[in-house]
């Protein structure tokens, strides 16, 4: 994570744009990406036109409380959003990555990185199969950093250069039916926190996703948490919202 801009980034690294995430075969992952993949239903992601969030970010840590919404189109690379500027005043923008005039320096240095921040923690397990330069390891049944008892353990490192925070390491408990329990965070920089442990919960259907929209715990010792409201999609082909049930 990164106070940059005021703008806290928790451990990004996208292979290829967003709209269209690069293909990896079962080969080259192991076999329990492809089950967190298809229990979250990324499967289904070629029928999302649109998803809408805001994101909620409560680190005591770093006595951090902030608030910002989404609206991403990922077959048209398009972006609003709704929430602060550097200096906590409000601003609303759209942007495109195909409208090379969209993007404005504000928009590079300050809203683009909350964005893929913000976007990667409500979609953190799709990174698995998104993210080609990361490395994945199953390591086996472990014991859980927040609760008693054990998950299978998933290890996804980033190289250490490139990406807005390279070196991190996200490292997910996963249950048996394939969801996220637990993970456990580890930034590859200086920066604060260094590491962000947190439960897995609130699980809702977003239409054909399963989304994990409250992650609490601990950030650097100290109570954190993550947590994500007015979740909603919009289906290739229809023009109604569906919200998170």
Not at 115 to 134: G, K, M, R
Not at 206 to 229: E, N, Q, Y
């Amino acid at each position: 994570m990164t106070k940059a801009s005021r703008v806290p980034v928790i451990g990004v690294l996208l292979a290829g744009v967003l709209g269209a995430p690069a293909a990896v075969s079962a080969q080259q992952r192991p076999p329990i990406v492809d089950k967190i993949a298809k229990t979250h239903g990324l499967e289904s992601w070629g029928q999302i036109d649109a998803i809408s969030y805001t994101f909620n970010i409560d680190l005591a840590s770093l006595k951090l409380k902030i608030t910002r919404s989404w609206v991403w189109e990922p077959k048209l690379n398009r972006i609003q959003y709704d929430g602060p500027d550097k200096a906590g005043k409000p601003v609303k923008v759209t942007y495109s990555y195909s409208d090379p005039a969209s993007m404005t320096e504000v928009v590079k240095s300050e809203i683009e990185p909350a964005f893929i921040n913000d976007q990667y923690n409500l979609f953190s397990h799709f990174h698995l199969v998104w993210d080609t330069s990361a490395t994945v390891e199953d390591a086996g049944m472990q014991k859980l950093p927040l609760e008693k008892g054990s998950a299978e353990k998933v290890v996804m490192k980033y190289p250490s250069e490139g990406g807005y925070t390279p070196g991190d390491t996200w490292i997910f408990y996963v249950a048996p039916d394939g969801r996220i329990r637990e993970l456990d965070f580890h930034h590859g920089g200086k920066a604060p926190p260094a590491v962000f442990t947190a439960k897995y919960a609130d699980y809702k259907k977003v239409g054909p996703l399963l989304l994990a929209l409250d992650h609490s715990g601990k950030a650097d010792g100290k109570p954190g948490r993550i947590f994500f409201t007015n979740v909603a999609v919009k289906l290739v082909g229809s023009s109604t919202w569906i919200e998170a049930q």
